[in-house]
């Protein structure tokens, strides 16, 4: 059964940083890029960040690039996104998703940034 469960999301302050975490689990996860998305309300989802299946190649949106990084354990089968500097407009539901043979999506964690 795959598995891709999302954590680390929350409210934090603009300028804070919140660490995501994707546990990933089911299938051979050292086989598949890694992506985190991003869906704010009424927008359409968007691709934050990509790691390649050794961690070697990573791309990055343009409104995130300096601010966020994109990390992966292939032992531990997790996938992180280190969130820096944040600002109000990166709040949205954040997903991890796996591809390679097949694609496969996490359920989402919400990150709110907020005063």
């Known amino acids: 059964q795959v598995q891709l469960v999302e954590s680390g999301g929350g409210l934090v302050q603009p300028g804070g940083s919140l660490r995501l975490s994707c546990a990933a689990s089911?299938?051979?996860?050292?086989?598949?890029?890694m992506s985190w998305y991003r869906q704010a309300p009424g927008k359409e989802r968007e691709l934050v960040a990509r790691i390649s299946s050794a961690g070697i190649g990573t791309i990055f949106a343009d409104s995130v690039k300096g601010r966020f990084t994109i990390s992966r354990d292939n032992i531990k089968n997790t996938v992180y996104l280190q969130m820096n500097s944040l600002k109000p407009e990166d709040t949205a539901v954040y997903f991890c998703?796996?591809?390679?043979?097949?694609?496969?999506w996490g359920q989402g964690t919400q990150v709110t940034v907020s005063s």
């Open positions: 089911g299938f051979t996860f050292s086989m598949y890029a």
């Open positions: 998703m796996a591809r390679w043979s097949r694609e496969y």
